[in-house]
């Protein structure tokens, strides 16, 4: 290959991973922030209780400004089909095009229409049609989340098509939408975007506390998403590890760079940490916990996993896979702990000390560096290829000069930084100046809150 068009590769590489990276941040916040808004929704409906509105009026505002993000990043993605990988759309578009078809015509017109009404409708359409407008807002993005979380699957998986000619033409759809490891990734990132929002929530929840907000909103918002988190964590861990053994069989390679095992061999040991070498093709520095990666992988103390020997040139890069699903794993790990230990003290106390409500603002956009990581060990860990075992990421890659794309590379990188930044401020911001209430305001939410306690458990709660 020249030299230009690895360079050219090599920075369209860059550009979309910058791109995807930018994009997923914001709908893996969107798909469970939905259904979190339906459920104070609801809660209101049944309560009558106004904090309830309260605490849906916020946070639909946080929705539609992360939804309106996530909608510009994703157009630029599409973009770069053509502009950078013109031969993706070429080989295997009659798969891909209706894929990303099915995904605008049943969810994105869904979550476009009723985010309106949801936003704008509170006294001006009846009340159950509020609610249901938000109901299937939530049922939008997920939708959403299934048509791409189909194509990528695909991607990783192919099944249900013939290549005539060079070019991928579908003879069973239900082949293609649920491939061999499509099931595993949809509900494995439905869980991750419940994690993101949920910490998203409860961190936001108590810095409002830490800044001395009184009402009762950012207490039983943070109770709920405390709950929620402390709820999927166990889950998520059990579902990842169906979606290991899934990956174990269908790209050995991939785990045989996540475990960084280089021979082939059984009973092999799991890496707390170590330094692989590519050049070397061992790992220096290891410490291990003998046998337990062929138990995890296998069930088996002596089981066997191929190692990245066997697949010569054909596997990943291996530290990226390494070290970010060490990334993954540790914050999962730190979100089980945080979430069960600030569950515990609610269910105790009612309340969480300074130092907890802190470690819930630290754990803020724990998600977000969650879901980076291990979607950075699913992409990176399908290289060389684009679509496993049909097109290879080089023969997909444009051949426009080197300078275009560093050029356009540069300008996303730099309005991507000023759009988080921007983003960010904004949501404390938001935070910040919900922590203002007239005083009786909150002398009517108080009233309110004893009134419904006195009716359920007659006791009263504190604000």
């Known amino acids: 290959m020249e030299p230009q068009v690895l360079d ?3 920075l369209s590489r860059i550009q979309f991973a910058a791109n995807i990276s930018f994009h997923i941040l914001f709908p893996t916040i969107t798909i469970a922030l939905a259904w979190l808004l339906f459920y104070f929704k609801v809660r209101h409906d049944m309560t009558g209780h106004p904090v309830w509105m309260r605490i849906y009026r916020f946070w639909v505002k946080i929705f539609a400004l992360t939804f309106a993000l996530g909608v510009v990043s994703g157009i630029t993605m599409s973009f770069q089909f053509g502009t950078n990988w013109p031969g993706y759309m070429e080989t295997v578009g009659n798969i891909a095009g209706p894929l990303l078809g099915y995904e605008v015509l ?7 229409t009723f985010l309106g009404v949801m936003l704008f409708g509170t006294g001006r359409v009846p009340n159950w049609v509020h609610t249901l407008s938000t109901a299937l807002v939530a049922i939008g993005t997920s939708l959403s989340a299934f048509w791409i979380l189909a194509l990528n699957s695909w991607m990783h998986t192919p099944a249900g098509f013939e290549m005539i000619d060079g070019v991928a033409h579908p003879v069973d759809w239900s082949a293609i939408i649920f491939n061999a490891s499509m099931p595993y990734r949809l509900v494995h990132m439905l869980i991750a975007s419940g994690l993101t929002a949920s910490f998203l929530v409860a961190g936001l929840s108590a810095y409002r506390i830490l800044k001395g907000d ?3 909103a950012p207490h039983k918002t943070m109770k709920t998403a405390v709950s929620v988190a402390a709820l999927l964590i166990p889950i998520q861990i059990y579902v990842g590890d169906l979606h290991g053994l899934n990956t174990f069989e269908h790209q050995p390679q991939k785990i045989a760079a996540m475990e960084g095992v280089w021979e082939t061999e059984r009973g092999a040991p799991l890496l707390l940490f170590a330094w692989p070498d590519e050049a070397a093709r061992t790992n220096h520095w290891e410490i291990e916990i003998p046998g337990l990666a062929s138990l995890i992988l296998t ?7 191929r190692g990245l020997n066997e ?10 896979l ?16 945080v979430s069960w230990t600030a569950a515990w003290m609610l269910w105790r106390r009612d309340r969480l000390p300074i130092w907890m409500l802190r470690t819930l603002v630290g754990m ?3 998600g977000w560096l969650a879901t980076l990581a291990g979607w950075y060990v699913t992409e990176i860990g399908r290289q060389p290829w684009l679509v496993t075992g049909v097109l290879t990421t080089e023969q997909a890659v444009t051949t426009v000069p080197t300078g275009q794309v560093g050029l356009s590379l540069t300008m996303y990188l730099v309005l991507y930084a000023v759009l988080l930044f921007a983003y960010l401020q904004t ?24 009134l419904e306690d006195d009716t359920h458990s007659g006791k009263e709660v504190q604000a």
Do not use: C
């Open 427 to 450: 949501l404390f911001y938001m935070a910040r100046k919900s922590v203002k209430v007239e005083e009786f305001e909150q002398e009517t939410e108080l009233d309110l809150d004893k």
């Open 214 to 216: 009184p009402k009762q």
């Open 322 to 337: 390494f070290f970010g699903f060490r990334l993954m794993v540790g914050l999962g790990v730190l979100m089980l702990a």
């Open 106 to 112: 049943t969810a994105f017109f869904m979550e476009a």
């Open 8 to 10: 050219t590769l090599i």
């Open 364 to 366: 803020t956009f724990s």
């Open 299 to 305: 069930h088996d103390w002596d089981g066997e996993i």
């Open 311 to 320: 697949f010569e040139n054909e596997h990943p890069p291996v530290k990226p």
